[in-house]
């Protein structure tokens, strides 16, 4: 990758060079019961994990809204997590109480999956807004990551973590590679 290719989510002083990371191209099973095809962009040493993940996935036919680099939401995290699109590098702070520092995203070592069905919870807050009706995890629907279930199995078998974890804030549609 080239600073080019990543206007809005990469800047000077970010934590990766362009260069660390990939545009990794993938086929995803969509809610609508078809194949889609979408780009995630990732750190180089994620490529190879990144593609069995999703093979896997694609695999189980586990639903997947949309897949665009966070690029095409002009770098907005919270665009993205509104149109429920799975995302990865961004260079951003991570959304957390205590001091500032990277997010696990900006070093190309995240993704968040199914925006909307996977919210974030945070200090009362819920985040994206529309992610509102996904707060009551016994709920099961579609494109949720539960334990148990598809994505948390598959992605947990490749040894990343799950936000769904965290202690205080859950973060579901988080997953990464060293767990934070």
Not at 46 to 70: C, G, H, K, N, W
Not at 139 to 166: E, I, K
Request: aromatic share 12%; hydrophobic share 35%.
């Amino acid at each position: 990758m080239t600073a080019a290719d990543l206007p809005h989510s990469w800047r000077a002083g970010c934590p990766v060079a362009p260069a660390q990371l990939r545009a990794v191209h993938l086929s995803f099973y969509g809610f609508d019961h078809h194949g889609h095809s979408g780009t995630l962009i990732v750190n180089a040493s994620a490529t190879s994990t990144v593609q069995s993940i999703f093979r896997e996935l694609y695999a189980d036919r586990f639903p997947i809204r949309r897949m665009q680099p966070v690029d095409a939401y002009g770098g907005d995290d919270n665009k993205s997590m509104a149109a429920d699109n799975t995302s990865g590098f961004n260079c951003r702070a991570a959304v957390t109480s205590g001091p500032k520092r990277w997010s696990v995203h900006a070093y190309g070592e995240a993704i968040d999956i199914n925006t909307v069905e996977n919210p974030y919870m945070f200090q009362g807050s819920v985040l994206p807004p529309n992610g509102a009706a996904y707060t009551d995890r016994s709920n099961v629907r579609p494109g949720m990551a539960v334990r148990g279930g598809t994505l948390l199995r598959v992605f947990m078998a490749h040894g990343w973590g799950w936000g769904g974890n965290f202690p205080g804030a859950k973060d579901y549609q988080h997953f990464s590679v060293n767990g934070q």
